[in-house]
């Protein structure tokens, strides 16, 4: 069997970055040279935070419950006697 070995575009970009800066032909920092590493980590990040954020708001103050379930409650309510 044979191993997938494919490479993303940020590892690929991390690589040419790195041999930039080892033959000192980029002065970048080295967080920059490995930004392409950790951008997509802290983007995903952000985006899990911001998704836990909505649902615990959601889940406090009941934003986003089916409206169709009460207004359907509320009209079995007022037929009742």
Known sequence: ????TR????????FIFLVFK???SIDWSWLWVT??????????VALLTVALVLSVVSALFGVGLDVRYRKRRRRWMQRRP
Do not use: V
């Open 1 to 4: 069997m044979q191993a997938n």
């Open 7 to 14: 490479l993303s575009f940020g590892s690929i970009l991390f």
């Open 22 to 24: 080892l033959t000192e």
């Open 35 to 44: 930004a392409p590493l950790w951008i997509p980590l802290a983007a995903g």
